[in-house]
């Protein structure tokens, strides 16, 4: 797993600044996964006209929470060769929406050469209701429609298989022990492994790679809290 930042990052300057009669200012969170494959370069992405991580991203990278102020965004993901996608989010206070940047294919259009053949897109998960022990959450932005996966908690026999649907969520309930490690498989290939530290639940995306087969991005999802 690819991940920019672990920990709380509150870098719109609305969000850090107290009014007057103090106030705290009313945040809630954004987190970005990179899983756009195709074209070339790193992806860039911006929020209300501004260029969060002017390096760019690479495909499978993932930020924290990064914190905005309530009410709504423009969000525009940028990457050469892939025509650029522009969404409005609407953001409530304490919430923490995941957007999930990839690449759809368009039709092919006679004539039309220099139009790119892919358009990025953003899928927005919401954050799970917080429940008891360990929970991971699967999704997949993959081309193909149904990914099936194979999941196993170290030192347990019995695995648990889950199909997981095109730009669809799949839960899968892990018990309450801390501390396993969690294997993830589909067909032959080994997807990676995720460490259950923390009760609540664990998400993980699937993409395509670019040299074919199935990436995985995980992170932890955790309720911030924000201080008053």
Not at 121 to 148: D, K, M, N, Y
Not at 168 to 180: C, E, F, H, K
Not at 187 to 213: A, F, H, R
Request: hydrophobic share 40%; proline share 7%.
């Amino acid at each position: 797993m690819k991940t920019i930042s672990n920990i709380l990052l509150l870098t719109c300057s609305l969000c850090v600044c107290v009014p007057a009669h103090g106030a705290p200012p009313k945040i809630g969170f954004i987190r970005l996964v990179q899983a756009v494959s195709p074209g070339t370069g790193k992806v860039n992405v911006r929020i209300d006209g501004e260029d969060i991580f002017p390096k760019g991203y690479d495909l499978g990278q993932c930020t924290g929470g990064m914190g905005f102020h309530e009410g709504e965004h423009r969000i525009e993901v940028i990457k050469q060769g892939v025509e650029p996608a522009t969404v409005k989010l609407s953001l409530a206070e304490g919430e923490t929406v995941t957007l999930v940047a990839y690449a759809e294919k368009l039709p092919v259009i006679p004539g039309d050469a220099d139009k790119p053949v892919w358009k990025a897109r953003l899928l927005r998960l919401r954050q799970q209701p917080p429940e008891p022990g360990f929970h991971l959450t699967l999704a997949s932005v993959c081309l193909q429609e149904e990914i099936p996966v194979r999941t196993l908690l170290v030192g347990r026999k019995s695995p648990e298989f889950s199909l997981v649907r095109r730009l669809s969520t799949v839960g899968v309930r892990l018990g309450r022990s801390a501390g396993d490690t969690l294997e993830l498989q589909t067909g032959d290939q080994q997807l990676g492994n995720v460490s259950l530290d923390e009760k609540g639940n664990y998400v993980v995306i699937l993409y395509d790679k670019e040299g074919g087969g199935v990436g995985m991005v995980s992170f932890y999802d955790p309720k911030f809290v924000v201080a008053g």
